[in-house]
């Protein structure tokens, strides 16, 4: 099994910015593709960013690209999630995922990973 930290979050105000960082344990987190998800107050959980297992693809939710950046390190097992700009709007719960590259997967749905953190929060006030 894949087990998954999350990290970085915190209290920011409106038009700041953070760093989440997700710390994968075992020796194979190349071979997976990480997501990013949250889940605001309210609301279901939704996807915010993912990244394929060797970076060369990513995909960012409209409602954050331009804002967010998703990236990896493979050689220190992370993935991170790069927040600019942040508006209230982004207050939620944050969590990182695995998605093994055995099989084809549509990163956008959160079916698509097998394995899930369990979270960090983020609030932006006004």
């Known amino acids: 099994q894949v087990q998954l930290v999350e990290s970085g979050g915190g209290l920011v105000q409106a038009g700041g910015s953070l760093r989440l960082s997700c710390a994968a344990s075992?020796?194979?987190?190349?071979?997976?593709?990480m997501g990013w998800f949250r889940r605001a107050p309210g609301t279901e959980r939704e996807v915010v960013a993912a990244i394929m297992s060797n970076g060369g693809f990513t995909y960012y939710a409209d409602s954050v690209k331009g804002r967010f950046t998703i990236s990896r390190d493979n050689a220190k097992n992370t993935v991170y999630l790069q927040m600019n700009s942040l508006k209230p709007e982004d207050t939620a719960v944050y969590y990182c995922?695995?998605?093994?590259?055995?099989?084809?997967?549509?990163?956008?749905?959160?079916?698509?990973?097998?394995?899930w953190g369990q979270g960090t929060q983020v609030t932006v006030s006004s």
């Open positions: 075992g020796r194979t987190f190349s071979n997976y593709h």
């Open positions: 995922a695995a998605a093994t590259t055995t099989v084809p997967r549509n990163l956008r749905l959160q079916s698509s990973y097998e394995y």
